[in-house]
């Protein structure tokens, strides 16, 4: 099983960036996907997660991203994007995507999910 995230880098604040997740080694239908961040000296926190398919693809938000980040997936290709507008200085650090099978209750934290992508850093310029 494998992750790969890319569309990180460097951007001016108010700018967009959209971020993607292919997996690959099997089908991820059955797993709720997510996006968290890690900035330097702090701690792994939630951004964003897409339920499975059988739970309707529902999405939470970390209350900091909540109407400018958008989370997405593609079924056909095994793929989850976090479309990331109105970006800010504080969004900085290294984005991780990760897969699932938890409760959907508990998809907003990160020791709950198995797989993880490399991540892929994201900067924004004041």
């Known amino acids: 099983v494998q992750l790969q995230a890319s569309g990180g880098g460097l951007v001016q604040a108010g700018g967009s960036l959209r971020l993607s997740c292919a997996a690959s080694?099997?089908?991820?239908?059955?797993?709720?996907m997510g996006w968290f961040r890690q900035a330097p000296g702090k701690e792994r926190e939630f951004v964003a997660a897409i339920s499975r398919r059988a739970y309707g693809e529902s999405t939470r938000y970390a209350d900091s991203v909540k109407g400018r980040f958008t989370i997405s997936r593609d079924i056909t290709k095994n793929t989850v994007y976090l479309q990331m507008n109105s970006l800010k200085p504080e969004d900085t650090a290294v984005y991780y995507c990760?897969?699932?099978?938890?409760?959907?209750?508990?998809?907003?934290?990160?020791?709950?999910?198995?797989?993880w992508g490399q991540g892929t850093q994201v900067t924004v310029s004041s």
């Open positions: 990760a897969v699932t099978q938890i409760l959907w209750a508990y998809v907003d934290n990160s020791r709950n999910f198995a797989y």
């Open positions: 080694g099997r089908t991820f239908t059955n797993f709720h």
